[in-house]
């Protein structure tokens, strides 16, 4: 069974302050996902990276994919009150568009003004 | 465009009664997807279904779950009987049946069993 391990599982830091999570895995995906979500909602898609090194900038988002493809982190800058939420990483054989997706268990992520 | 629809929005049940969750793809996706959500285990996939066929139901927890794609608009998840520990958000997701496809995923079910 292929787990993916999110870190830290809560997180409370001020505005304006820079954050990274974490999510780890013991296995190789051929891509990792990442989620918000918000209360009452379903998560919605932030970015997919696919090769091993890959960096993808997402506005003060960044994300970054493990060289051997097992780890992923995500690094917000400058964090604001609207990106408080549930930060989700997600690992599928083939992406996630023709089958399904394990999640870790995600970052609760609050942003005090 | 209309996302995917999830009814109902909240169910709340007895012990050993029968709960069906319904779920509406968008228009033009081919894949769908069952995941249910709980602070303890998180995001779980349940089922997915690729062009209305059942793939993979490994997910499913045990007998009384059961899930059924009649055609390619429309989706359901039935416990039967339902039981305490089935309570959690049930998402339906849909997507594009390709490598590196976008799940969209709907507003959940809240389910509760009492």
């Known amino acids: 069974t292929q787990l993916l391990e999110q870190s830290p599982q809560f997180l409370s830091i001020q505005e304006g302050e820079n954050l990274t999570v974490y999510c780890n895995s013991s296995?190789?995906?051929?891509?990792l996902q990442w989620y918000r979500q918000e209360p009452g909602e379903g998560p919605v898609l932030l970015v997919t990276?696919?090769?091993?090194?890959e960096v993808k900038k997402l506005k003060r988002l960044t994300f970054q994919f493990g060289d051997a493809r097992k780890d992923s982190s995500l690094h917000i800058t400058a964090a604001q009150p609207g990106d408080t939420g549930l930060y989700l990483c997600?690992?599928?054989?083939?992406?996630?568009?023709?089958?399904?997706?394990?999640f870790g268990k995600g970052t609760h992520l609050i942003i005090q003004p | 465009d209309a996302g995917v629809i999830q009814s109902p929005r909240h169910e709340v049940t007895e012990m050993g009664q029968e709960v069906t969750l319904r779920c509406k793809p968008i228009?033009?996706?081919?894949?769908l997807f069952w995941y249910r959500q709980t602070m303890m285990r998180g995001l779980e996939l349940l089922i997915y279904?690729?062009?209305?066929?059942?793939?993979?139901d490994s997910g499913m927890p045990e007998d009384r779950f059961s899930a059924k794609m009649p055609n390619a608009s429309f989706s359901t998840l039935k416990i039967q009987p339902s039981e305490p520990r089935d309570s959690a958000v049930y998402f339906c997701?849909?997507?594009?049946?390709?490598?590196?496809?976008?799940?969209?995923f709907g507003p959940g079910t809240r389910l509760t069993v009492l």
């Open positions: 997701a849909s997507s594009i049946s390709r490598t590196f496809g976008t799940q969209y």
């Open positions: 296995s190789v995906f051929s891509s």
């Open positions: 990276v696919v090769t091993g090194g």
């Open positions: 997600a690992g599928g054989r083939t992406g996630g568009g023709a089958d399904g997706l394990t």
């Open positions: 228009s033009g996706h081919n894949s």
């Open positions: 279904f690729n062009n209305n066929v059942p793939i993979d």
